[in-house]
């Protein structure tokens, strides 16, 4: 695939484009890939930089994170109270995530055609044309490694609803390293499938370019790119300037927001506002018996028996990879504790919830904000419903590695909650929770340019126009009105071919 | 208007930074010789980083500790490679664990954090971790994750957890 990389670039280089699409993750690249199909003329510029399969061969934790993350893997909220992992690369972050896919849940279409007025229509061609085109399948119970075989035995034990993930491979060997760029070929994210296919049609691909803002320029519109250097984001002094009848933002829900603050254009002064993170919090549990859980599909059963409680905020289970680099920077301890927590890896095996924020309510989410040297920053307060949420999640995964015969459990408390039978469950009571009480991850980012069928609020509408801005669209996580109880890539990459049939209309 | 808990965040943070120069002024922490090769934070903040490196990577009973491992020189490098506001936020925080007067003023020890034995160094950062100053855990949860992650990152702590490292992946052609 042809890359035009920073270090090729001097001066400005000046390019016209019928669509010029900001970013290369799961909403460009599948845009990209279907404009391009249907014989327009895109320019893509991604902030990251190119790696190819063999540059992941390492997979080495030291190596990989600060090359594929947002902020080389130090990326938090405002108060640093939740780690947010993101791509940072071409490919975005499915050259990076752990390749789970789900359809949009229909009690969350539900919701946002009630309370946002987006109506969406019929999403079932678009759900099936990415699964045929990423190899989305049902990964079998049978292939879990020992890690979800965790939380598959404890729910079933419990009687709790569980079952197999679906994911983006095609000849996955099973490593266990997606989250370090799938050194096998196998993952089925944009750097592998769309984007080759869309420049193999034409497309221009820029990697290392950091767009600045965008602004309307006569009947066009003109995309400000900053080339960076790959090895310290420092600008090159190289520009890149697009000319383009149409503008697609698709740099995540926190990149595209930045972008348009930037730009000083905010409809409904919604921009930034109602990101959601599936808050995710963690339980481990030691057992007799080798988990060995950085080996093995990193996610493949997971279970939504609460991913409803009414009205409560509910959460999902699922489980991570369990890379020793990714372990330890979930532990809160310090010190010699941390030693002994460690060097039990081979046999610890760690179950995540992830809160499904933005559905009740009152649930703002958090805001995207611009510092000083304009660059965005999410400030995501933990109110008392998460709390709650939270607090019971901790429960419901402590029970359910008990229940598949974990010997100890522990919280990621700086002093860890330690269990080792239901009795000792009501320890878990006396524990705080919330901001800076234990660890809180999210790896799905989503809203903040939200999408609404009413013209006075959010920011785009449901063909992801934004609104009072002819020919600029957002087309990434930042339009999803709420967050979705289930991994949102598939969700992208369905609203991304849908979007492309509507943008071509328009072109 | 009513003081959120985040503006409060803010505010304690420029508050701090005030105290903060005085307190450096008066109470000059311990330094460790760098013969000028950091690339982000400056000699003092360096030094504090690496008392707090051995406060949270302590090793013991066969592990090395992360100074052994040179975890504060590679987060200088790390921060190098981010733009300069990243290592500014943590050159603060630095300064604000070293702080004499601040540390006087709040956890009894009139002595800057790098000069404190071992064990009194640990005791005050476990304070850090649930203080009720927001401001402290903030620094607390950003700097405590990135020495571990750093310090288990190594293949000789990698090996002691008993990791045995990425398997090998077999030559492929080139991507599509």
């Known amino acids: 695939m042809k890359v035009t990389t920073g270090n090729q670039l001097s001066g400005r280089t000046e390019l016209e484009a019928d669509v010029c699409i900001v970013g290369s993750g799961a909403g460009g690249g599948v845009l990209a890939w279907q404009l391009t199909q249907a014989g327009h003329k895109v320019v893509m510029l991604e902030a990251g930089s190119h790696h190819t399969t063999q540059d992941f061969a390492p997979l080495d934790e030291r190596l990989a994170y600060p090359a594929l993350y947002q902020e080389r893997m130090t990326r938090a909220t405002k108060d640093a109270a ?27 279409l539900e919701h946002w055609q009630q309370n946002f007025g987006v109506e969406l229509g019929e999403m079932l061609p678009h759900y099936e044309a990415v699964e045929q ?24 034990a419990l009687g709790w609803q569980v079952k197999a993930l679906r994911r983006n491979v095609r000849g996955c060997v099973s490593s266990g390293y997606c989250g370090l760029g799938c050194a096998f070929g196998a993952k089925q994210g944009m750097l592998l499938t769309t984007l080759p296919d869309a420049v193999n049609a034409g497309m ?57 603050l930037r730009s000083e254009i905010n409809p409904n002064d919604a921009v930034g506002k109602r990101t959601f993170l599936h808050p995710v919090v963690a339980v481990a549990g030691r057992y007799a018996q080798d988990i060995n859980g950085w080996s093995g599909a990193p996610q493949a059963v997971g279970s939504h028996e609460f991913v409803d409680r009414g009205e409560q905020v509910g959460f999902f289970l699922e489980v991570p990879p369990m890379q020793p680099m990714l372990v330890a920077s979930g532990v809160m301890g310090a010190g010699a504790m941390v030693n002994d927590f460690m060097v039990q890896l081979p046999k610890l095996s760690t179950h995540l919830a992830l809160m499904v924020d933005g559905l009740h309510p009152g649930a703002a989410g958090g805001t995207v904000e611009l510092l000083g040297n304009g660059r965005p920053k999410l ?84 063909n992801h126009r934004v609104k009072g801005q002819d020919g600029l669209y957002v087309v990434d996580g930042s339009v999803l009105p709420t967050s979705l109880g289930v991994n949102p890539s598939q969700t992208i990459y369905s609203l991304a071919h849908r979007a492309a049939g509507l943008l071509a209309a328009e072109l | 208007m009513a003081l959120s808990r985040r503006s409060f965040l803010g505010l304690s943070a420029a508050g701090t930074l005030v ?22 934070f400056s000699e003092s903040q360096y030094s504090t980083l690496v008392a707090l490196v051995e406060t949270v990577s302590p090793g013991g009973s066969g592990i090395p500790s992360g100074v052994d491992l040179g975890v504060a020189a590679e987060l200088d490098t790390l921060f190098s490679t981010l733009p300069p506001e990243n290592g500014a936020e943590i050159a603060l925080a630095l300064g604000l664990i070293e702080n004499a007067l601040v540390g006087a003023l709040l956890d009894a020890r009139p002595r800057p954090f790098s000069r404190l034995p071992l064990e009194r160094r640990a005791e005050i950062w476990t304070t850090w971790s649930t203080s009720r100053i927001p401001l402290r855990r903030t620094v607390y ?18 090996a002691l957890a008993g990791y045995p490292g990425p398997p090998t992946v077999p030559s492929f052609g080139s991507d599509p």
């Open chain 1, 82 to 108: 939740i780690s947010v992992l993101q791509g940072r690369s071409v490919g975005g972050t499915t050259t990076v995530n752990w390749t789970t896919c789900f359809r949009t849940p229909e009690r969350i």
């Open chain 1, 133 to 156: 085109r990423l190899g989305v399948a049902e990964w079998p119970v049978q292939a879990a490694n020992a890690n979800n075989l965790t939380l598959w035995k404890g729910c079933k």
């Open chain 1, 204 to 260: 221009e691909l820029y990697a290392d370019c950091r767009v600045l803002k965008v602004e309307r320029s006569g009947e066009q519109w003109e995309v400000h790119g900053q080339i960076q250097s790959k090895k310290d984001l420092s600008p090159t002094g190289a520009e890149v300037r697009v000319r383009a009848k149409r503008v697609v933002l698709a740099a995540g829900a926190i990149g595209s927001p930045g972008i348009l």
């Open chain 1, 379 to 462: 400030d995501y307060p933990i109110g008392p419903a998460l709390v709650e949420a939270m607090a019971a999640a901790h429960k419901a995964m402590a029970r359910c590695h008990l229940a598949a015969g974990a010997e100890q459990v522990f919280t990621l408390h700086p002093t860890p909650v330690s269990i080792q039978n239901e009795d000792q469950l009501d320890r878990l009571d006396a524990a705080a929770y919330g901001a800076l009480e234990h660890s809180i991850f999210s790896a799905h980012q989503m809203g903040g340019c939200g999408m609404s069928g009413e013209a006075k609020s959010g920011v785009v509408d449901a």
């Open chain 2, 19 to 40: 105290l903060g120069a005085t307190g450096l002024a008066l109470f000059p922490g311990k330094k460790v010789p760098t013969d000028g090769w950091l690339l982000t």
């Open chain 2, 141 to 158: 949860k950003g700097l405590n994750a990135l020495i571990l992650a750093t310090t288990w990152g190594h293949p000789e702590m990698t």
